[in-house]
């Protein structure tokens, strides 16, 4: 059976814990410094768009030296990555202008961005574009074009705060969270 004396000193301990506990969550609330005038821009952005199918028709040749149950239609197809283009312009600035690769040994991995760039606080035209790069190689029907996503708005930036531009691959769209 604990003694009276136990019972003051567990007591005695609790209260010096939560007195020490309400310092450390009161020092957090006091504001350190001045307020700097940076923002952060940060980008978020994953798309699994990254590949697109091209097609070519065999020779009358290839297809003789194929055993008769491989030949099919005549027509191979080859899954080929496709980069993307990721440009920000924040007022007219140039701050990232940069070929984004799909990931993996085989580049077969959805495309990934995630940065963030410190800016200055205040209004600013924002305009994001991530476009894929379409090249000779890759050049396909408007159907089966990767799709390309954009962002032009006017925004607010504040100091101290994080501004969030991520890919929503569902919806097809570019979002901004915070300006």
Request: aromatic share 4%; glycine share 8%; charged share 30%.
């Amino acid at each position: 059976m604990p003694t009276f004396r136990r019972i003051r000193e567990l007591g005695l301990r609790a209260v010096v814990s939560a007195a020490l506990l309400a310092i450390v969550v009161l020092a957090g609330q006091v504001p350190w410094g001045e307020p700097g005038d940076e923002a952060v821009l940060r980008l978020v952005l994953r798309t699994v768009h990254g590949r697109v199918e091209v097609c070519s028709e065999r020779s009358a040749e290839e297809m003789e030296r194929l055993p008769v149950h491989m030949r099919g239609s005549g027509e191979i197809c080859e899954g080929v990555p496709v980069a993307y283009r990721l440009r920000v312009v924040l007022d007219g600035e140039t701050l990232v202008d940069e070929r984004v690769e799909p990931r993996g040994l085989r580049k077969d991995r959805p495309h990934n961005v995630d940065r963030e760039i410190a800016v200055r606080a205040g209004r600013s035209a924002l305009k994001v574009d991530f476009l894929p790069e379409m090249d000779a190689t890759t050049a396909a029907p408007e159907r089966d074009a990767p799709p390309s996503y954009r962002l032009d708005r006017e925004i607010e930036l504040r100091p101290d705060r994080v501004t969030l531009v991520f890919l929503d691959d569902s919806a097809g769209a570019l979002e901004l969270v915070g300006g």
